[in-house]
C-alpha cells in the first residue's frame, strides 16, 4: 500500500493542462485561464469626477468665495470640448471627463448658485480634490487576472472593464463514470432481494460539474468481462474513465481482470487510508482510469481525495488550497497504520472552530457524510488528542 500523500502526486504527475480554447467573457464564469488577461485599457481612462459639483482652476479658489462664470456641462459619456480659462467653470456630473484647464472639483453642496451662469463657492479648492486619474484602478498592459486562476464574478467584471471581449481558457476536461455491480439498480427501479440503490454515480456527476469538468453517467455496468472491458470504448474521446466498484481482487472484483485483455497498466491499486482502500490507478491503452470503491461513501471521498485534484491539473489551475484547522470538541484516541478521514460537524464558537467527529463511522452511511462538514484528517499513527486540540480538516463546502 502508499501513501496518501503518494497516491495524489502520482496522479497529478499523470495529467498536463488541456488545451486552450477561446471562449466570450460572458461564458468563462468558473472556467481557469490558460492566458492571463492583460487590460487592453487604463481605467478610468481619463480623469473623471468623483462627485457631482464644478470643474474649476484650483488657482482660481485659493480662498472660499471665489465667483466663477459657468461655460458649459460635462455629464458622464459627454465631455466639455472647450478649455477652461481663468475665471471659468463647468457644470460636471460622477463619472464626467475633467475638462481641459481644470484641475479640481467643487462639489456642488458647497457651491451657492447667483443666477444660470454665476457660482460662488463656499470653500477653497485644491488640485486633483474629488478627481480620479486616469489608471487610478489599472493601466494598459497591467495583468488583471493570472494564468492558473478560476474565475470568479468579481474577477470577470475586472476583465471586461480591461475591455477584453474574450479569453483563453484550458478545455473542460471530459470524465467518463461507470458504476458497476449485479447488485446495483437505479433509483426507483423494482428491486429483488439484495439489490441495492447505485447513488454514487450522481454525486461524483455533480462533483465532476462543480469542479470545472464535464461529467459523462454511464450508467450501471454488469459484473461481466465483456460489459467492462468495453468502457473504453463507451468512454471514447474522455479525458479520464472512473470506475465504481469492482477495483480489488476478489471473485467478482473484474476491472481489473476485464481491462488487462485491453491493455490495462496499473501503477497502484491500494491506498493505506480509511475509507478507500482498495482504490486503482493506471491507464487502458492512452486512456487514464481511476478506479474508485464501490463504497458509497468511500467513492465520495476518494473522489476529493483524487478526482479533484486530477481536474484541476488537467485545467492548469495554479491555486493552492490552504490547510484548515480547528480544534476537537471531544478527544480522539490514537490511530492505527491508515490515515484516517472522520465525518464531523462544524460549529463556531466565539470565532473559532470546534469539530464533532459523527459518532459512528462505518463507511456505508450516506446520511452521515450528507450532514458533515468537513473531514478530520488523521495521519497514520496519530496519538491520542484531547478535545481542545487543533485538528487538520478538509472542508465539504464543494461536495
Known amino acids: 500500500m502508499i501513501s496518501v500523500t503518494e497516491a495524489i502526486g502520482r496522479i497529478v504527475a499523470a495529467f498536463e493542462p488541456n488545451t486552450a480554447e477561446t471562449v466570450p467573457v460572458a461564458n468563462c464564469y468558473g472556467r481557469i485561464l490558460a492566458e492571463s488577461a492583460i487590460a487592453r485599457m487604463s481605467q478610468p481612462p481619463f480623469p473623471v469626477s468623483a462627485m ?3 470643474a474649476v482652476r484650483s488657482a482660481d479658489s485659493l480662498t472660499p468665495g471665489a465667483v466663477l462664470t459657468v461655460i458649459g456641462t460635462a455629464p458622464a459619456g459627454k465631455p466639455f470640448f472647450g478649455h477652461v480659462e481663468s475665471g471659468h467653470c463647468v457644470r460636471i456630473f460622477t463619472g464626467g471627463v475633467v475638462p481641459d484647464g481644470t484641475d479640481s472639483v467643487v462639489i456642488q453642496e458647497n457651491v451657492e448658485q447667483l443666477s444660470e451662469t454665476r457660482i460662488r463657492l463656499g470653500v477653497a479648492s ?4 474629488n478627481i480620479r486619474r486616469a489608471g487610478l484602478d489599472f493601466s494598459l498592459g497591467d495583468t488583471l487576472v493570472a494564468a492558473g486562476q478560476r474565475l470568479t464574478a468579481r474577477d470577470l467584471s475586472l476583465i471586461a472593464a480591461g475591455d477584453i471581449p ?5 478545455r473542460r476536461p471530459r470524465i467518463a463514470i461507470a458504476a458497476t455491480g449485479d447488485e446495483l439498480t437505479p433509483p426507483g427501479a423494482k428491486k429483488n432481494k439484495g439489490e441495492i440503490v447505485a447513488s454514487t454515480g450522481y454525486a461524483l456527476a455533480a462533483m465532476v460539474e462543480s469542479w470545472g469538468a464535464k461529467a459523462n453517467y454511464l450508467g450501471i455496468v454488469p459484473d461481466s468481462e465483456d460489459a467492462i472491458s468495453a468502457l473504453p470504448d463507451r468512454a471514447r474521446n474522455s479525458d479520464l474513465l472512473v470506475t465504481l466498484g469492482g477495483a480489488s481482487v476478489g ?3 473484474l476491472i481489473q481482470k476485464a481491462l488487462k485483455a485491453r491493455g490495462l497498466q496499473i501503477d497502484f491499486w491500494k491506498i493505506a487510508m480509511r475509507p478507500g482502500k482498495p482504490l486503482l490507478f493506471g ?5 487514464p482510469l481511476l478506479g474508485l470503491p464501490g463504497n458509497p461513501v468511500s467513492s465520495i471521498v476518494c473522489g476529493v481525495l483524487f478526482l479533484k485534484p486530477a481536474i484541476r491539473a488537467m485545467l492548469g489551475e495554479t491555486h493552492q488550497t490552504v490547510r484548515q484547522y480547528a480544534r476537537l470538541a471531544s478527544p480522539l484516541a490514537a490511530n492505527d497504520s491508515r490515515h484516517d478521514f472522520l465525518r464531523a460537524k462544524l460549529k463556531y464558537q466565539k470565532d473559532e472552530a470546534f469539530v464533532t467527529p459523527m459518532p459512528i463511522q462505518d463507511s456505508s452511511m450516506l446520511l452521515n457524510l450528507a450532514r458533515a462538514d468537513v473531514l478530520i484528517m488523521r495521519p497514520p499513527h496519530a496519538p491520542a488528542v484531547q478535545a481542545g486540540s487543533l485538528v487538520e480538516i478538509l472542508s465539504l463546502s464543494d461536495v
Not at 126 to 129: G, M, Q, S, T, V
Open 283 to 287: 491507464r487502458v491503452g492512452t486512456m
Open 166 to 170: 474574450e479569453l483563453k481558457v484550458h
Open 126 to 129: 485644491e488640485p486633483d480634490r
Open 251 to 253: 471473485d467478482h472484483d
Open 52 to 54: 457631482d459639483g464644478y
